[in-house]
């Protein structure tokens, strides 16, 4: 069982950066974060695998956004820069507890999930 926690999100003019952490209880092998915004499909944004630490980005992010972890903590990051009003939504972080579909951008692949946190980016 895994128990996820996000925070950081707000608000922030276009250009502008914010970091979004994610408390995880348990070890999952696999951590990600995902994006919904209103009438659109949720996005798998990045994923980390919490053992050696490599990482996956959406095209839409390279470059401006970076995934991290901090294993004392348990915790999860990412740090989003150069934001845009498309990067607008609700961000999930998620996780699961198996390398068996690696560093997937797919929700169907996560079985545990926070309750969100918004990012608003305003033009």
């Known amino acids: 069982q895994v128990r996820l926690k996000e925070s950081g999100g707000g608000s922030v003019q276009a250009g502008g950066s914010l970091r979004l952490s994610c408390a995880a209880s348990?070890?999952?092998?696999?951590m990600g974060w995902f994006r919904q915004a209103p009438g659109k499909e949720r996005e798998g944004v990045a994923s980390?695998?919490?053992?050696?630490?490599?990482?996956k980005y959406v095209d839409s992010v390279k470059g401006r956004f970076t995934i991290s972890k901090d294993n004392a903590k348990n915790s999860l990051y990412m740090e989003m820069n150069r934001l845009n009003p498309e990067d607008s939504a609700s961000y999930y972080c998620?996780?699961?507890?198996?390398?068996?579909?690696?560093?997937?951008?797919?929700?169907?692949?996560?079985?545990?999930w926070g309750q969100g946190t918004q990012v608003t980016v305003s033009s």
């Open positions: 980390l695998d919490m053992l050696d630490g490599e990482t």
């Open positions: 998620a996780a699961v507890l198996t390398w068996r579909y690696g560093r997937s951008l797919s929700s169907y692949h996560y079985a545990y």
């Open positions: 348990g070890y999952p092998q696999i």
